[in-house]
């Protein structure tokens, strides 16, 4: 431009600046106009349309603002903008499949979404008023909602102790007890099982190098079909708790080598009668006797075996105690007999109760097992192993505690390392960015992770000293949700005051009963107090229950049982005297405050008034429909022959009038009896006498949660 | 109809009002329309006569008014930022998604003051260079370099102390980052760092030191230098540095 036409205005100069001003202002409208077409604002719009093509448009937009909804939370430090597209959460009438998300109600859960918010439970960024930044998880936001799969996980983060809802979550957490992962790992509100694994302080007595090789190498014994080993699709939820360890040939042969000469504790041997072994050693009879009695002892109470039919295996028994499919090739006869007459000798905390025996008894039953209870092919793969060399030891006993054996096993005079595994209390609130992934070809999110690592954990980590477990899906999941349930310490004080504590479950046994009591070890099914397992019959309040002479009988001889069950109590073959010891305490202990077992007196009741409790049970309340008297009845409610002679009165009335009261899940109806027909029913029940005939069998057979259940 | 607005202008100089203002009566000779420009804050900055060939682009690409002009903006955009924000924990990082998610226009009103402050640093750095490398420090204009290096220093201390306020990893990150390089003072490092942090991390003290620094301190100390460099410019007789200056010879 020459110099004398500067500062003179032209024609292009004009347009330059028209055009640049028009542009200018262009690109200030794209602000305003982005900000009208907000998503939520565009949500909030379409809802409008949606409720005023329904017949209860009124309803639907009675709270309706073009505005952003919010629910705040000041005291959990909560601002949920979710409700600003998420418009019907709390309108019953959209609860059909056909209403369009995000429009359709909240399922009916315990809580009201308006005074707990939806992040609280659901995760996800509650301010966010965008669809991608609100659910998933991006560059500044690194909790994504939570997969509706997983969110019992939600209901465990404050709630400890287990909720009838929350299945998944209560069968995660009973796995982490079993598996005991606590033995690595530090987890919160996760019970540390009483027995981890076994106490190997004396395993070269039980079993042989041979045996421990195999086992090292893959910790199961039963083979399917197919000829795979594996436990899962049997007909159970037992799978061995012991994982499979990636170990090296050197280090199984050193673990061997080491574990094969711990000798704590040797067992004395036992030498039956001479004259049971000449009397039976010939008798053809010998071995099928021997499975009955394993039969009649109720060994598969506790005890399981796979049993093939028609081409299927199933294991067949509880899962409170190991399978013995293949156990007469591992144990050794001589320990096997010293164990059955004391096992307590062997592992002063074994669950396995100590049973009186005859020598005969014992000759069959061991005979059945290492005759019957076996696989020649067992040890077939493990190659010759000779006697441990020191140096082989030596090398065992440090692999012990590196390769985390000592976490779960205790061996007299080795400490497991401290802090294992990594500190998982707060696992489940762990940003993707605080997990370590490495090459694994799976989505950088909390939940594949978790699946990635309890999967296969060297996928993740090629250094993970995590051995691997076997899972079947639904255990997956139900683990994956325990553990995303863990989010460390509550943020905030309002957080910390809506956790629901597990409540303490405490039951000393005391006196002379504290030793029948841990002998038998009646809590690995019997719940005390709260305490113990739930396999069996709750006895907090026997005693109110039952009469003294009853239990006494039927501790005896608990051998009449309901047909319909597998699982029932063991023949302990108990002495008088512990019987009586045992009936003592709980008739005198285990008594139900509001039932006076010397509150009604028997004799007040007359036959005029048994007549009618009979009428009264057999036309008015048909009692027969669950109940059976005389070979004739139900089967849902206890058989009543001898209810006359196992409970007392008191019970019965106390019963009849409100039976939840006494046992809160009861499924016994509530009918509203007047106190004649009360005590016309009580005196009929009390006539009712059939002998010894125990009835009241397990009203829960659920499978025992090692967690709740057993030890100290 | 000129004429008469003319003469309404003329009217209005002469009244009491306007002149207690202004201090003069009307400017209807050299000088007393000198003794306005003179007279008047604003106006006694401009020069009284400007070469056509300082106003080419060639001669400061127009570098500086690009910086005060972006100053202008950060200053704008901050005070409605300020009616957002507060410094707090954990607020100013909820502020920060609020801006996002709920104010209107935020979006647009955080990303103007962001992208503004970039453009600012890197703008006066262009400034500083072509002034250098035109020899812009040479008398008489070493006194406005100094100014100008002193207003390079605001402009990034203004834009590190804006940095912490997002109060995210980021911000934390580099505010640590940066006080561990201050710590390392001979002597008084870790005393500096203390001072500026307010205790011994990036806390809540920390983001409102670096608040009170951003939004009151430094700007007043930008707005005085802005002040006497822009008056300087025009004392020190305008910004092209004549060719025959170059040879150092006055």
Same mark, same amino acid.
């Given at each position: 431009m020459p110099a004398e036409e500067m500062g003179k205005v032209t024609d292009r100069m004009r347009f330059v600046f028209a055009v640049s001003s028009l542009i200018f202002l262009a690109v200030l409208a794209i602000s305003p106009f982005k900000d009208y077409r907000r998503e939520w604002k565009q949500y909030k719009r379409s809802y409008l349309r949606f409720a005023q093509g329904r017949p209860d448009t009124k309803r639907l937009t009675a709270d309706y603002s073009p505005d952003i909804d919010q629910i705040w939370l000041p005291g959990m430090n909560l601002v949920d903008r979710c409700t600003t597209c998420h418009q019907g959460i709390t309108q019953a009438s959209l609860a059909d499949k056909s209403v369009p998300e995000p429009f359709r109600v909240h399922p009916p859960i315990p809580h009201n979404v308006r005074e707990w918010g939806c992040t609280i439970c659901h995760r996800g960024q509650g301010p966010a008023t965008e669809v991608a930044e609100a659910h998933e998880s991006t560059l500044a936001w690194e909790q994504p909602v939570l997969p509706t799969h997983f969110i019992q996980a939600s209901c465990g983060t404050c709630h400890q102790s287990d909720l009838p809802q929350t299945p998944q979550l209560a069968r995660g957490r009973q796995l982490l007890a079993e598996l005991n992962c606590q033995g690595c790992h530090k987890m919160q509100g996760i019970d540390r099982p009483a027995?981890?694994?076994?106490?190997?302080?004396?395993i070269g007595t039980k079993v042989s190098r041979e045996w421990i090789y195999k086992w090292l190498k893959e910790p199961r014994t039963i083979v399917d079909k197919d000829g795979n080993v594996t436990v899962n699709g049997y007909e159970t939820q037992e799978e061995p708790r012991m994982p499979k360890f990636r170990l090296t040939e050197t280090e199984i042969r050193a673990l061997t080598a080491f574990l094969s000469v711990q000798k704590a504790r040797p067992f004395a041997p036992y030498k039956i009668s001479p004259a049971v072994v000449a009397t039976w050693s010939k008798n053809p009879e010998l071995i099928s006797q021997g499975e009955l009695r394993f039969r009649q002892m109720f060994c598969s109470t506790c005890h399981s075996l796979a049993v093939t039919r028609a081409g299927e295996t199933k294991l067949i028994g509880g899962d409170i105690a190991p399978e013995l499919t293949k156990v007469g090739s591992k144990v050794n006869p001589g320990w096997l007999i010293a164990w059955l007459r004391d096992p307590q000798a062997y592992l002063p905390h074994t669950r396995m109760p100590r049973y009186g025996w005859s020598d005969e008894d014992l000759y069959k039953v061991t005979q059945y097992v290492t005759t019957k209870l076996v696989d020649s092919d067992l040890l077939s793969g493990v190659p010759k192993l000779d006697a441990p060399a020191d140096a082989e030891i030596q090398l065992g006993h440090r692999l012990f505690a590196e390769k985390g054996c000592a976490s779960c096993h205790v061996i007299e005079g080795l400490n497991p390392q401290k802090d294992f595994g990594p500190d998982l209390s707060a696992l489940g609130g762990k940003n993707a960015s605080e997990l370590e992934f490495g090459t694994a070809k799976i989505p950088h999110n909390l939940v594949s992770y978790i699946q990635a690592k309890l999967e296969d954990p060297v996928s993740v980590n090629p250094a993970a000293r995590m051995p691997q477990y076997t899972w079947n899906q639904a255990d997956l999941d139900a683990v994956t949700t325990a553990l995303l349930s863990m989010k460390g310490a509550p943020a905030t004080s309002a957080l910390q005051n809506l956790v629901v504590p597990r409540k303490e479950a405490s039951f000393r046994a005391t006196g002379s009963f504290a030793e029948v009591y841990e002998r038998y070890k009646c809590y690995t099914c019997h719940k005390f107090n709260g305490y113990g397992g739930d396999l069996a019959p709750d006895l907090t309040y026997e005693g109110s229950r039952a009469q003294r002479q009853w239990l006494v009988e039927f501790l005896k001889s608990p051998q009449t049982l309901r047909p319909t069950l597998i699982l029932r109590m063991p023949q302990f073959n108990m002495s008088d005297k512990d019987a009586a010891t045992l009936a003592d305490y709980l008739s005198m202990?285990?008594?139900?405050? #509001?039932?006076?077992? #010397?509150?009604?007196? #028997?004799?007040?009741?007359?036959p005029a008034m048994a007549t009618l409790g009979k009428q009264l049970y057999e036309v008015k309340y048909q009692c027969q429909s669950c109940h059976t008297i005389g070979g004739s009845g139900g089967y849902v409610g206890p058989n009543l022959n001898n209810a006359g002679g196992w409970l007392t009165p008191a019970w019965i009335e106390a019963w009849l009038k409100n039976p939840q009261a006494l046992v809160?899940?009861?499924?016994e109806p509530r009918r509203n009896f007047t106190d004649e027909e009360i005590k016309a029913l009580t005196a009929y029940l009390m006539t009712l006498r059939a002998g010894i005939q125990p009835q009241k069998t397990a009203s829960n057979t659920r499978a025992l949660a090692w967690g709740h259940g057993a030890g100290k | 109809m000129a004429t008469s607005f003319q003469s309404a202008l003329q009217n209005l100089r002469e009244t009491k009002v306007w002149k207690s203002i202004f201090r003069r009566g009307p400017a209807n000779t050299n000088r007393t329309r000198s003794l306005a420009i003179f007279g008047n804050l604003f106006l006694h900055w401009m020069p009284v006569k400007v070469r056509?060939?300082?106003?080419?682009?060639?001669?400061?690409?127009y570098l500086g008014s690009i910086s005060f002009i972006l100053f202008i903006v950060l200053f704008v955009t901050g005070i409605f930022l300020m009616f957002y924000y507060h410094p707090a924990a954990p607020n100013a990082y909820r502020d920060m998604k609020d801006l996002q998610f709920v104010v209107s226009n935020g979006v647009f009103l955080r990303n103007l003051h962001r992208l503004a402050a970039h453009l600012m640093v890197f703008a006066v750095f262009w400034h500083m260079f072509h002034v250098f490398y035109r020899g812009g420090y040479k008398p008489p204009h070493e006194f406005n370099w100094v100014v100008g290096v002193l207003l390079l220093l605001v402009t990034l201390f203004l834009s590190y102390t804006g940095y912490l306020l997002p109060w995210d990893q980021l911000a934390f990150w580099a505010v640590t980052v940066g006080t561990n390089i201050i710590s390392a003072m001979p002597f008084i490092g870790h005393k500096v760092r203390f001072l500026l942090l307010g205790g011994n991390i990036v806390g809540e003290n920390a983001l409102l030191r670096f608040y009170v620094l951003h939004i009151v301190i430094l700007p007043l100390f930008a707005f005085v230098l802005i002040g006497i460099h822009f008056w300087r410019v025009q004392k020190d007789g305008g910004l092209t540095v004549k060719p025959k200056d170059e040879d150092g010879k006055e």
């Open positions: 027995m981890l694994g076994p106490d190997l302080s004396s202990v285990m008594q139900h405050p #509001a039932v006076n077992p #010397a509150g009604v007196d #028997a004799k007040q009741f007359t809160p899940d009861s499924m | 056509e060939k300082s106003l080419r682009m060639r001669a400061s690409y």
